[in-house]
C-alpha cells in the first residue's frame, strides 16, 4: 500500500492552529475508515522538547514510549484516539545528529555533505519510515513555524521534492493562514494570506488547500480574492472560525466540503463519513447543564499552553459530567507573599495542583495543599502535586520542615528523593523516568472505582519519588498509597479516606485522557467537586 502525505504548513504568525487542523483532516478521513497517523516537524536544533521552559514552548507532551515531545502531538492523540510514537516528532536537532553520525563513520564516501541532498534526503528517510512502519492510508505532518523562517528551509525543501518523487497524487499541501478583521472597519482582509502563499510559491511549494483562521466564517469576496490571488480553487479555500470548543472543527470544515476534496485530490476511495460518534461527543461540550469552577495552583499560571494536556483533561472529564469547566490559573507565589490570599480557593470547586520542577512557588503550592485539605476541598495533585501533597501532610503530623530535596537538599525529613537509579545521570536529556509504566491498584480503594480495573498502565514523567523510609509512617497517619509500580517498589497514588476527595498521582493521567474517555483521576475529580457542590455526602462513584 502507498501511503499518502498532506502536509501542513503555517503563515503569518504562529498560534493559529495549525495543530488542530492537522488533527481535523486526520479525523475527517478516520471518519470515512482511512487509517491515518500524525508527524510533527519542529524546526529546532534541541533533539527534543524535554529540556524546554513551558512558558517558552509550552507543555512536554511524553508518549507511550518515552518521548518528552511537542504538544501538538498531544492533540493528534485527543483528536484520533491513538497512541503516537515519539519518532512521530521530527526535529533539526535529530536529523543534523543522525546525518553528522553518518559522516563521522564514513558512510557519505568523502563527498561534501550538505542540506540539499544529505539533510533533505535524511528527512524523507524518516518519512518513509513512518509511513512503512504504520501501514497507514494517509500521514498528516505539520511543519511547525511559519511559511519564511530560514530553520523551516529544509524541510519545506523535502515536502517538495516528495511530491516529484511520489507523484501529484500521492503528496498535497495544506497552507493554515490568518486572516484578520480590523475592528474599525470590520472587513476580512486577505493580505497577510497573499503574502504568505507568495512566500510558500518562492519556495516551490503551491498549495493545494488553504484554511483560513477567522474569528468568522469567510464571507464570499475574501474567499473568491483568496482564491485568485493565491492560485488555488474556491471550492479549496476553507474557514476555520472560532468555535464553542476545537473538536467541532473537523465537523465544521468538513461541512465546507473539505473531506470530499481531500478524498477526490488523493485519489481515495470515496466514502460516506459517519460523524455519530464524535457528534456526541462534541454536543456533550457545547452544551451542559451545570458548571465546576477549578482552581489551577502552578508557577506557569501566565501561559495556558504549559498546561494543555491538563487543561484538556478537565474539559473532558467536565464534559463526561455534564458540565461547564471554569478554570482560574493562579501564581502559586502569591499565597507565600500573604497567607491571606489562600482564602480565594473558597471561591472554587475543587483546587489541582498540576506538574512541575524547581523551587519556585512549591511553598505556595504546599500552602494550597494544606489548605483545600484543611476545608475539605475537593483536591488533585499531579505528579509534583503528588509530591507536594506528601510534604504537606508530613508536615502536619509532626515531620518537622519535611520537605523534596529536590528543594531543601539539607531537608531533616526529605520524604521525597531523588530515584536511586537517577543519582548518577549527568544529562538532563531524556533520562527521567518516562512513559508508559504498569501500575497494580490496590481493592476497595478510591483508585479502584475509578479505574474500574487492578492494572493499568500511565505514563510518567520524573526523577523524585516518596522516600520509602517514611511510607510506614505516612501510612499509620491515614495516608492511604492505593497504587504501586508494578514491581511494587514506588508509589503511584494516594487518597486520604477521612476527606471528601484528597487524590493524588505520580504519572501524568492527562497525556491518555480524550474526549469521550476522560482520565479517571480527573474524572473523579470533577466528580468530586460536583456532588460536593450539589451537597450530596460522598463522591456518587463510591456507590
Same mark, same amino acid.
Given at each position: 500500500?502507498?501511503?499518502?502525505?498532506?502536509?501542513?504548513?503555517?503563515?503569518?504568525?504562529?498560534?493559529?492552529?495549525?495543530?488542530?487542523?492537522?488533527?481535523?483532516?486526520?479525523?475527517?478521513?478516520?471518519?470515512?475508515?482511512?487509517?491515518?497517523?500524525?508527524?510533527?516537524?519542529?524546526?529546532?536544533?534541541?533533539?527534543?522538547?524535554?529540556?524546554?521552559?513551558?512558558?517558552?514552548?509550552?507543555?512536554?507532551?511524553?508518549?507511550?514510549?518515552?518521548?518528552?515531545?511537542?504538544?501538538?502531538?498531544?492533540?493528534?492523540?485527543r483528536f484520533l484516539d491513538i497512541n503516537i510514537p515519539k519518532d512521530h516528532n521530527m526535529t533539526t536537532g535529530q536529523v543534523?545528529?543522525?546525518?553528522?553520525?553518518?559522516?563521522?563513520?564514513?558512510?557519505?564516501?568523502?563527498?561534501?555533505?550538505?542540506?540539499?541532498?544529505?539533510?533533505?534526503?535524511?528527512?524523507?528517510?524518516?518519512?518513509?519510515?513512518?509511513?512503512?512502519?504504520?501501514?497507514?492510508?494517509?500521514?498528516?505532518?505539520?511543519?511547525?513555524?511559519?511559511?519564511?523562517?530560514?530553520?523551516?528551509?529544509?524541510?519545506?525543501?523535502?515536502?517538495?521534492?516528495?511530491?516529484?518523487?511520489?507523484?501529484?497524487?500521492?503528496?498535497?499541501?495544506?497552507?493554515?493562514?490568518?486572516?484578520?478583521?480590523?475592528?474599525?472597519?470590520?472587513?476580512?482582509?486577505?493580505?497577510?494570506?497573499?503574502?504568505?502563499?507568495?512566500?510558500?510559491?518562492?519556495?516551490?511549494?503551491?498549495?493545494?488547500?488553504?484554511?483560513?483562521?477567522?474569528?468568522?466564517?469567510?464571507?464570499?469576496?475574501?474567499?473568491?480574492?483568496?482564491?485568485?490571488?493565491?492560485?488555488?480553487?474556491?471550492?479549496?479555500?476553507?474557514?476555520?472560525?472560532?468555535?464553542?470548543?476545537?473538536?467541532?472543527?473537523?465537523?465544521?470544515?468538513?461541512?465546507?466540503?473539505?473531506?470530499?476534496?481531500?478524498?477526490?485530490?488523493?485519489?481515495?476511495?470515496?466514502?460516506?463519513?459517519?460523524?455519530?460518534?464524535?457528534?456526541?461527543?462534541?454536543?456533550?461540550?457545547?452544551?451542559?447543564?451545570?458548571?465546576?469552577? +477549578?482552581?489551577?495552583? =502552578?508557577?506557569? !499560571? *501566565?501561559?495556558?499552553?504549559?498546561?494543555?494536556? #491538563?487543561? &484538556?483533561?478537565? @474539559? %473532558?472529564?467536565?464534559?463526561?459530567?455534564?458540565?461547564?469547566?471554569?478554570?482560574?490559573?493562579?501564581?502559586?507565589?502569591?499565597?507565600?507573599?500573604?497567607?491571606?490570599?489562600?482564602?480565594?480557593?473558597?471561591?472554587?470547586?475543587?483546587?489541582?495542583?498540576?506538574?512541575?520542577?524547581?523551587?519556585?512557588?512549591?511553598?505556595?503550592?504546599?500552602?494550597?495543599?494544606?489548605?483545600?485539605?484543611?476545608?475539605?476541598?475537593?483536591?488533585?495533585?499531579?505528579?509534583?502535586?503528588?509530591?507536594?501533597?506528601?510534604?504537606?501532610?508530613?508536615?502536619?503530623?509532626?515531620?518537622?520542615?519535611?520537605?523534596?530535596?529536590?528543594?531543601?537538599?539539607?531537608?531533616?525529613?526529605?520524604?521525597?528523593?531523588?530515584?536511586?537509579?537517577?543519582?548518577?545521570?549527568?544529562?538532563?536529556?531524556?533520562?527521567?523516568?518516562?512513559?508508559?509504566?504498569?501500575? +497494580?491498584?490496590?481493592? =476497595?480503594?478510591? !483508585? *479502584?472505582?475509578?479505574?474500574?480495573?487492578?492494572? #493499568?498502565? &500511565?505514563?510518567? @514523567? %520524573?526523577?523524585?519519588?516518596?522516600?520509602?523510609?517514611?511510607?510506614?509512617?505516612?501510612?499509620?497517619?491515614?495516608?492511604?498509597?492505593?497504587?504501586?509500580?508494578?514491581?511494587?517498589?514506588?508509589?503511584?497514588?494516594?487518597?486520604?479516606?477521612?476527606?471528601?476527595?484528597?487524590?493524588?498521582?505520580?504519572?501524568?493521567?492527562?497525556?491518555?485522557?480524550?474526549?469521550?474517555?476522560?482520565?479517571?483521576?480527573?474524572?473523579?475529580?470533577?466528580?468530586?467537586?460536583?456532588?460536593?457542590?450539589?451537597?450530596?455526602?460522598?463522591?456518587?462513584?463510591?456507590?
Open positions: 500500500m502507498v501511503t499518502k502525505f498532506t502536509f501542513v504548513s503555517g503563515g503569518v504568525m504562529s498560534g493559529i492552529g495549525k495543530g488542530v487542523t492537522t488533527a481535523s483532516l486526520g479525523k475527517i478521513l478516520q471518519v470515512r475508515g482511512f487509517k491515518v497517523t500524525a508527524v510533527k516537524i519542529d524546526p529546532y536544533l534541541n533533539v527534543d522538547a524535554g529540556t524546554m521552559n513551558p512558558i517558552a514552548h509550552g507543555e512536554v507532551f511524553v508518549t507511550e514510549d518515552g518521548g518528552e515531545i511537542d504538544m501538538d502531538i498531544g492533540t493528534y492523540e543534523y545528529l543522525s546525518v553528522i553520525d553518518q559522516e563521522r563513520r564514513g558512510d557519505f564516501l568523502g563527498k561534501c555533505v550538505q542540506i540539499i541532498p544529505h539533510i533533505t534526503d535524511e528527512i524523507k528517510r524518516r518519512m518513509g519510515e513512518i509511513a512503512a512502519r504504520n501501514n497507514v492510508d494517509v500521514a498528516l505532518v505539520e511543519i511547525g513555524g511559519t511559511v519564511g523562517d530560514i530553520e523551516s528551509l529544509p524541510f519545506l525543501e523535502a515536502a517538495r521534492q516528495m511530491r516529484l518523487e511520489q507523484g501529484h497524487e500521492n503528496v498535497i499541501y495544506a497552507h493554515v493562514t490568518l486572516v484578520p478583521v480590523v475592528d474599525v472597519v470590520g472587513e476580512q482582509k486577505t493580505k497577510p494570506t497573499q503574502h504568505s502563499v507568495q512566500e510558500l510559491r518562492r519556495i516551490g511549494i503551491q498549495p493545494d488547500i488553504i484554511v483560513a483562521r477567522s474569528k468568522k466564517p469567510l464571507l464570499t469576496d475574501p474567499k473568491r480574492k483568496i482564491a485568485l490571488f493565491c492560485n488555488v480553487e474556491e471550492r479549496a479555500v476553507f474557514t476555520s472560525p472560532d468555535l464553542k470548543t476545537v473538536y467541532e472543527t473537523p465537523l465544521v470544515l468538513d461541512q465546507q466540503g473539505l473531506g470530499d476534496y481531500l478524498t477526490e485530490r488523493l485519489k481515495l476511495q470515496k466514502r460516506k463519513p459517519d460523524w455519530s460518534s464524535w457528534e456526541k461527543t462534541v454536543n456533550s461540550f457545547v452544551s451542559p447543564e451545570h458548571e465546576v469552577k +477549578i482552581a489551577i495552583c =502552578g508557577k506557569y !499560571a *501566565e501561559l495556558a499552553d504549559s498546561y494543555v494536556s #491538563v487543561n &484538556e483533561a478537565l @474539559r %473532558h472529564a467536565a464534559a463526561s459530567c455534564n458540565s461547564r469547566l471554569s478554570i482560574d490559573w493562579i501564581e502559586t507565589e502569591t499565597f507565600e507573599d500573604k497567607e491571606a490570599n489562600l482564602q480565594t480557593l473558597l471561591r472554587f470547586d475543587g483546587v489541582l495542583v498540576p506538574g512541575g520542577f524547581g523551587a519556585r512557588g512549591t511553598e505556595g503550592k504546599i500552602a494550597a495543599i494544606n489548605y483545600a485539605r484543611l476545608k475539605d476541598l475537593p483536591f488533585l495533585g499531579i505528579c509534583l502535586g503528588f509530591q507536594l501533597a506528601i510534604v504537606a501532610f508530613a508536615r502536619s503530623i509532626g515531620l518537622e520542615a519535611a520537605n523534596s530535596t529536590e528543594i531543601d537538599s539539607d531537608s531533616p525529613n526529605p520524604v521525597i528523593d531523588l530515584m536511586p537509579e537517577q543519582r548518577e545521570v549527568g544529562y538532563k536529556g531524556a533520562t527521567m523516568r518516562l512513559g508508559a509504566h504498569e501500575i +497494580i491498584i490496590s481493592q =476497595g480503594t478510591i !483508585a *479502584e472505582k475509578l479505574y474500574r480495573a487492578r492494572r #493499568v498502565y &500511565e505514563r510518567h @514523567r %520524573h526523577r523524585y519519588e516518596l522516600n520509602p523510609k517514611y511510607a510506614d509512617q505516612l501510612t499509620k497517619a491515614g495516608m492511604v498509597f492505593s497504587a504501586k509500580s508494578g514491581d511494587a517498589r514506588r508509589m503511584e497514588i494516594l487518597e486520604l479516606h477521612d476527606k471528601y476527595f484528597h487524590f493524588a498521582t505520580q504519572f501524568h493521567g492527562e497525556f491518555k485522557s480524550r474526549p469521550s474517555k476522560p482520565s479517571p483521576p480527573y474524572y473523579g475529580f470533577i466528580k468530586a467537586c460536583l456532588d460536593r457542590k450539589q451537597g450530596k455526602t460522598k463522591p456518587e462513584f463510591w456507590k
